[in-house]
C-alpha cells in the first residue's frame, strides 16, 4: 500500500526521519487509511492517507459520546449520578428491580453495570468491570429522549459546529438493542477524530472557550474503577498499573501501552482506529483504517506502534 501526501506541512526539524519512515511503513503496511499527527497549538504537521472518506470508527464514538454526556451535565440536562430509572421505563434491563434501581449514568459510563450484553446479572454493580456494548447504547435514548431531539442534530450542534468536525455523522446498524431500537454507528473522517484529540489536549477547551467545564473535563478522565482504573468515561490513559480490555475477562499488571508517554489519553476502536492524546509532548495523533491486526494473529498493533513512534522523538 502505497501513501499519499495530503499537505504540504513543516516538519519538525528535530525529528529522527528514517525513524519516521519506518513508523509511516508500519502503518501503512496495517491497513490505515489516514495517519495524522498535530502538535503543540493544533499546528498539523504530517498527513498520509490512501483514503480520507469518513468510515465507521468503531468504540471511538463513545469517547465522543462522553463528552456530550459531560455538555448534558454542564447544561443541567442529566447528572451522572442520576439514577436510569429516572429516564428509562421499569424493567429495560433483566436486573433485579432493587438493582435496577441502583444503576446509575456513571455506571455505564465506566462500564460497572454489573451486566453481561442481554442485560441481566453479570457481576457487582459499580464493581465488576465488563465492557457492555449494549448497555452504553442506552445512553443515547436518555440524551435524545431528554432534550426532544435527534442525535445528529444534538452531536452537529454541541461537538461538530464548534469543533469544525464536517464529516461526524450516526449511522444505523443492523443490530438491534433488547428495547428494539438500532445500534448506531459514528462515522468520522481523520480530521474529525483530531478535532477531539485537540480538545483533550487543551483540556476541553477551544479558541472561543470551553466546550466543557473543567469540573467535568477531570472527572471524565480520572480512573473509572479500581477495577479497571487505565478506562475513564469512556476515554483510556495509560498511568495505572494494572487495566482489563474489552471481551477478555483477566487482569493485566502494567500499563495498557507501556512503551508510550505514562502521560498519554486515548480512545481506541475496534479495527485499531486510534485517538493518541500526548500531553506531555503535546501532541495528538490519529490513525484511522481497517484492521491493522489479521484474525488469529499474535500482534499488539499499539505497542509495535509507539515503540517506533517513540524512537522518532527520542531526541525532543
Not at 456513571?106 to 441481566?120: F, P
Not at 435514548?141 to 442525535?151: A, F, S
Not at 468515561?233 to 507501556?258: E, L, S
Request: hydrophobic share 35%.
Amino acid at each position: 500500500m502505497t501513501f499519499s501526501y495530503g499537505g504540504n506541512y513543516d516538519m519538525t526539524t528535530n525529528w529522527n526521519s528514517r525513524a519516521f519512515t519506518n513508523a509511516i511503513g508500519y502503518l501503512a503496511d496495517r491497513g490505515t487509511d489516514e495517519v495524522l499527527i498535530f502538535e503543540k497549538d493544533g499546528i498539523q504537521v504530517h498527513e498520509n492517507f490512501t483514503d480520507s472518506e469518513a468510515t465507521d470508527v468503531k468504540a471511538i464514538q463513545k469517547s465522543l459520546f462522553a463528552l456530550m454526556i459531560g455538555i448534558a451535565v454542564d447544561r443541567r440536562i442529566v447528572e451522572v449520578s442520576d439514577p436510569l430509572h429516572k429516564y428509562l421505563p421499569k424493567g429495560w434491563t433483566g436486573l433485579p428491580e432493587t438493582d435496577e434501581k441502583r444503576l446509575t449514568i456513571q455506571h455505564l459510563l465506566t462500564m460497572t453495570t454489573g451486566m453481561n450484553d442481554a442485560l441481566e446479572p453479570a457481576g457487582e454493580i459499580g464493581v465488576t468491570w465488563r465492557y457492555n456494548n449494549t448497555a452504553y447504547n442506552y445512553l443515547k435514548r436518555v440524551l435524545t429522549e431528554q432534550t426532544g431531539r435527534p442525535l445528529q442534530e444534538l452531536t452537529e450542534e454541541w461537538i461538530c459546529n464548534p469543533l469544525g468536525m464536517t464529516q461526524t455523522k450516526w449511522v444505523e446498524r443492523d443490530s438491534l438493542l433488547p428495547d428494539g431500537r438500532n445500534v448506531t454507528g459514528l462515522e468520522m473522517s481523520g480530521h474529525d477524530m483530531a478535532q477531539l484529540g485537540l480538545l483533550i489536549l487543551n483540556g476541553g477547551s477551544r479558541s472561543s472557550g470551553r466546550l466543557i467545564s473543567n469540573s467535568y473535563w477531570q472527572r471524565m478522565l480520572s480512573p473509572g474503577s479500581s477495577t479497571n482504573p487505565a478506562w475513564c468515561f469512556m476515554w483510556w490513559r495509560n498511568d495505572q498499573d494494572h487495566f482489563m480490555t474489552p471481551y477478555v475477562d483477566k487482569t493485566f499488571y502494567r500499563p495498557v501501552i507501556p512503551e508510550a508517554p505514562a502521560s498519554l489519553i486515548f480512545s481506541q476502536g475496534l479495527e485499531e482506529n486510534r485517538i493518541f492524546v500526548d500531553p506531555t509532548r503535546r501532541r495528538v495523533i490519529v490513525r484511522r483504517g481497517g484492521p491493522a491486526v489479521k484474525p488469529g494473529e499474535r500482534h499488539n498493533f499499539d505497542r509495535h506502534l509507539w515503540t517506533l513512534m517513540q524512537q522518532i522523538w527520542s531526541d525532543t
